[in-house]
Structures are given as structure tokens and as C-alpha cells.
């Protein structure tokens, strides 16, 4: 009775050592991309911060007002930027964790939502740092004034871990909102929702999508609406994506539906035969 228990054990203690094993590599593979995205934190917070000095121009500066901000605003780039360069890795680790666990069938399916995920997010980086920050930046700075007679002028002197605090909330919202169509896909293939079902709840999904746009960015028409209409563009898109898995999904019943008839054609000659034969 001990020795089946011990047995029975035992596929649990493998899976928890191989658990262990990859999530000590991927935390080896990040601390590797932290070190050396923190070598060249100063050059990455260079480039975060190219369209805020697009927009002031020669001779404006950042701050910051307690000793130890810079160093870990540092930090904090390294390891965003060190997590991002890192993400394909350790996917592949745990990918090879669940993997022995699925079908070939469900293999197939998943693994290219996995590759896609950061394909996606960065998608969503890009569009908010080489579209929607240029134009947020100069019209938050349509507010500084020259200051004329006895009014004080009011000239940004922007801090610097605010801004990096600012730019990555941003990042990450546009990053996890271009998500949105693997997500409901995936939801699809598990008989979650359907596309009647999202189509139907578009008006509140248009109403949720604002709402989103409200928490996760700056309060500011601009911001919001620059998050707001690409989720509802992501939305409409889900609807099609999951549209072809229904479809995929029907295909695969129709070719079933035939096997059945030629067994009941055989079914149906072979009673014949035996009429015949009495």
C-alpha cells in the first residue's frame, strides 16, 4: 500500500522539480537582460524621453528632487526594458513546461497566441510612442505661459521618474489593450463567447473601452480618445477573428456529417443483401 502511494507521488515531485527548474532559468535569463539593459539604462531613458525633447526644444532640462530618483528610475527601465527582451525566453521555458501536457491538435492552436502576444504588445508600444505621445506632449505644453507684467510664467520642468512612471502606464496600457483580440479568440475556442454574443454587447463594450481609457491614461480628452478608439477597433476585430473560429469550428462538423451518412449507406446495403438472401 506505501509503495503505490510513493508511486503515485512521484510524477507530482517530477513536475514540481521541472516546474522549479524553468522558472530558475527564466529568472536567471531576466537578471541576465536586467544587468545589461541597466548598462545602457541612461541611452533607453534617452529614447523614452525623445518625444518630450522633440517637443520643448534646446535648452530645456529634466529634474529631479530627491537623491536617489535617478538611480532607481534606472532601475525600474532596466527591468522593464530587461522583462521585454526577455518575454520570448521565458515563454519558451514555460512552453516547454505545459507542452508534454496538450494534444498536437492543442498544440497547434495555442502556440501561435503564444507568439503573437508580444508581437501585439509591442504593436501597441510603438503606436503610443511614435503616435499618440508626440501629440499628447505638445498639447499638454500648449499650457506654459510667458508670463507678462506681474503674472509668473509657467514653463514645465518635468521630474524625472513621474515621466518614466507616466510614459510605461501608457506603454502597458496600449500594450495589454492590443491584446484584446487573442484573448476573446482564445475565449472562442473554449465556447466562452461567440460572435452574436459580442456583437450584441458592442454598445457596452464602446462604453467599457472609454471607461478603460479614463483609468489606464491621463486625464485628458486626447489620451483618452487615442486609447478609447483603438480598443474599439481591436473589439470589431475580435468579433471577425472569432467569426473564423466558428467557421473552422462548423467546417469540422460538415466533414463530419458525411462520415455518418456512408455508414449509414452501408448499413442500409447491407440490410438489403440480407433481404435478398431470404
Known amino acids: 500500500m506505501a509503495s503505490s502511494i510513493d508511486d503515485s507521488k512521484a510524477p507530482l515531485l517530477e513536475h514540481l522539480i521541472e516546474l522549479r527548474t524553468r522558472l530558475i532559468r527564466s529568472a536567471a535569463v531576466l537578471l541576465i537582460a536586467f544587468f545589461a539593459c541597466f548598462y545602457v539604462a541612461g541611452d533607453i531613458f534617452e529614447f523614452l524621453v525623445k518625444p518630450l525633447a522633440d517637443q520643448l526644444g534646446p535648452g530645456r532640462k529634466m529634474i529631479f528632487t530627491e537623491l536617489h530618483e535617478v538611480f532607481f528610475t534606472y532601475v525600474k527601465v532596466a527591468f522593464f526594458a530587461g522583462l521585454f527582451i526577455s518575454f520570448p525566453l521565458i515563454a519558451n521555458q514555460m512552453w516547454q513546461f505545459i507542452a508534454p501536457g496538450l494534444y498536437s491538435k ?4 495555442f502556440l501561435p497566441f503564444l507568439i503573437l502576444t508580444p508581437v501585439l504588445f509591442f504593436t501597441g508600444g510603438a503606436l503610443v510612442y511614435y503616435v499618440m505621445m508626440p501629440v499628447a506632449w505638445q498639447f499638454f505644453l500648449t499650457f506654459e505661459t510667458i508670463g507678462t507684467g506681474s503674472a509668473l510664467p509657467i514653463q514645465l520642468e518635468a521630474k524625472v521618474n513621474e515621466y518614466l512612471s507616466l510614459v510605461m502606464k501608457l506603454i502597458f496600457a496600449f500594450g495589454l489593450s492590443f491584446e484584446l483580440p487573442l484573448v476573446l479568440t482564445l475565449m472562442a475556442k473554449g465556447g466562452m463567447v461567440s460572435s452574436k454574443g459580442l ?3 458592442r454598445k457596452y463594450a464602446i462604453v467599457g473601452a472609454f471607461i478603460a481609457a479614463a483609468v489606464l491614461t491621463p486625464p485628458d480628452p486626447l489620451s483618452q480618445i487615442s486609447l478609447a478608439v483603438p480598443i474599439i477597433l481591436l473589439y470589431e476585430a475580435s468579433i471577425i477573428s472569432v467569426r473564423f473560429v466558428e467557421k473552422a469550428r462548423g467546417d469540422v462538423e460538415d466533414e ?5 451518412d456512408d455508414g449509414n449507406d452501408d448499413d ?6 440480407f433481404n435478398a438472401g431470404r
Open 199 to 201: 456583437a450584441e454587447k
Open 256 to 260: 463530419d456529417e458525411p462520415d455518418d
Open 268 to 273: 442500409d446495403l447491407e440490410d438489403t443483401d
Open 106 to 109: 492543442e498544440k497547434r492552436a
